[in-house]
């Protein structure tokens, strides 16, 4: 596995949504080398551009597009409230499960610095009548930072709106799997950094201008993504994000699921309303002559990834994963394979688009 301190570096940044920053500098810093140029704009979206290197004899010659794309944000809480006697009561930002909280060590990320806390709790003995059956929610969780007081926790620098993560490090576990909080969709921007330097590392000549992104505030709507293809209007995107690991063993039906996926499954390739049907052939094709594991998932309506909102630009649109146990929680779970099947497969998908590749739907056979 390439560069796993780049790996455990850049995971163990924090990025929650709408405060990405931290980790855009480490994920810039590692594709500097083996890029042309570096953007970032107004909300936080990075990319780097690998500009065409391959001849072009078409004297037509005009820009064509290739954007690979993963998002950084991690889902997170926000601090919402602070009480007289110095508690704090967050709010969710992105898809928490806040029964996951308790008894959690957090860090609030302020402007002063970091400020370590915890999620506070009822003690067993102490829930009767009305609170036997208390359950975590919104507007009964709260954090202490050992304040006393309001003015404690403003003193400490804490202060309404700033984000709250969980301080979880991640690492590689038995020397096959990583585990820790934010895979989702943080491995998927270690991979395209890992597809870059292969790039790199094996000079290999594109007849397209590459666009590599860490696309910002997925988890609350999808919306760096937007920004980003509107500014740089790919003709092709390849979206990485992550696929339920159907293994967990108190999943419900899984027909309702659809395909059948555990880590060391390979490439999962989704199938469905925003996926281009060509191009997604040539995918499949191209893990095929490479003799790469994949499974294909499939899917009638849209999944809530990137995918769905470059789809409907006319942007002919791929999705790659990877099977992830865990999600939303503190043990996010990838398998090494799957993540170099991965690699291998989208930088054998590169070489195999062409210049102006015809992607169109009614070629599709």
């Known amino acids: 596995m390439k560069d796993k301190k780049f790996l455990l570096d850049f995971i163990n940044t924090p990025s929650p949504t709408m405060y990405e920053y931290r980790a855009q500098e480490v994920w810039l810093n590692k594709i500097k080398p083996y890029v042309d140029e570096i953007h970032e704009d107004n909300y936080g979206n990075v990319y780097g551009v690998l500009k065409a290197k391959r001849n072009i004899t078409d004297n037509t010659h005009k820009p064509f597009k290739v954007l690979l794309d993963a998002h950084v944000d991690e889902i997170s809480y926000i601090v919402n409230h602070i009480s007289d006697d110095g508690l704090i009561y967050p709010i969710k930002n992105g898809g928490s499960d806040i029964q996951l909280a308790l008894s959690k060590d957090i860090t609030i990320l302020t402007k002063k610095g970091n400020v370590d806390g915890y999620f ?28 006393n007081s309001k003015d404690d926790v403003l003193e400490m620098g804490v202060d309404l709106g700033d984000p709250i993560i969980y301080d979880v490090k991640a690492k590689i576990f038995n020397e096959k799997r990583i585990v820790g909080k934010s895979l989702d969709d943080k491995i998927g921007c270690y991979i395209n950094a890992i597809v870059l330097q292969t790039i790199y590392e094996e000079q290999i000549e594109l007849p397209f201008d590459l666009y590599v992104s860490n696309s910002v505030q997925e988890e609350v709507g999808c919306f760096g ?5 509107d500014e740089i209007k790919p003709d092709v995107a390849l979206i990485f994000d992550v696929y339920f690991d159907t293994s967990n063993p108190l999943i419900g039906d899984k027909k309702m699921i659809g395909t059948d996926a555990k880590l060391g499954d390979g490439v999962i390739l989704m199938n469905g309303a925003a996926i281009q049907k060509n191009l997604l052939k040539l995918i499949v094709e191209t893990a095929d002559a490479s003799i790469i594991k994949y499974k294909i998932a499939q899917s009638t309506g849209i999944g809530g990834t990137n995918a769905d909102k470059t789809f409907l630009k006319n942007i002919s649109t791929a999705l790659f994963s990877i099977p992830l146990k865990y999600m939303h929680t503190t043990v996010e779970t990838v398998e090494i394979s799957d993540v170099e099947a991965s690699i291998e497969l989208i930088t054998n998908t590169l070489k195999a688009i062409e210049y102006q590749h015809d992607f169109r739907y009614l070629k599709f056979k």
């Open 120 to 147: 506070g709790w009822l003690p067993i003995h102490q829930k009767k009548d009305k609170t036997a059956s208390l359950v975590p929610e919104v507007g009964n969780i709260f954090i202490d930072i050992g304040a």
């Open 225 to 229: 993504i937007q920004m980003l293809i």
